[in-house]
């Protein structure tokens, strides 16, 4: 995707995708990269962290979606978004940006342990 890059901007995400077999190995940490809507995102936000969609969505700042949006239009991608249940997310504020430009999907980066 054109608005987004490859990698989370997060150190610890982007070393799970680029060795992988070590953190499953070492650590039982597994991951995959998924397509979802942003408000499918929302929503997995508000699940997991025990809230509501209406929470999540006072939690995005107008004026950043703003500079994101701006940024991203300029051709700088945005960092793939991350949900790593029960509570790390990151990602509200860029899934709002591509509801602004009318994006249908969305890459997420989604960790777990077994």
């Known amino acids: 995707m ?10 610890f995400y982007d070393n799970i995708m680029k060795n992988p077999e070590y953190h499953i190995r070492a650590k039982g940490i597994h991951h995959e990269i998924v397509e979802m809507t942003p408000h499918q995102y929302m ?4 699940f997991m962290q025990g809230t509501t969609m209406e929470h999540q969505y006072q939690m995005v700042e107008p004026k950043l979606v703003e500079e994101y949006k701006k940024r991203t239009l300029a051709g ?3 960092p793939m978004l991350s949900l790593e249940p029960p509570y790390n997310q990151e990602g509200r504020h ?21």
């Open 43 to 46: 929503r997995e936000c508000a």
């Open 2 to 11: 054109k608005y987004f890059q490859k990698k989370t901007g997060c150190s």
């Open 76 to 78: 700088s991608p945005m």
């Open 94 to 114: 860029r899934a709002m940006v591509a509801k602004e430009l009318g994006l249908k999907k969305i890459p997420v980066l989604k960790v777990w342990k077994e």
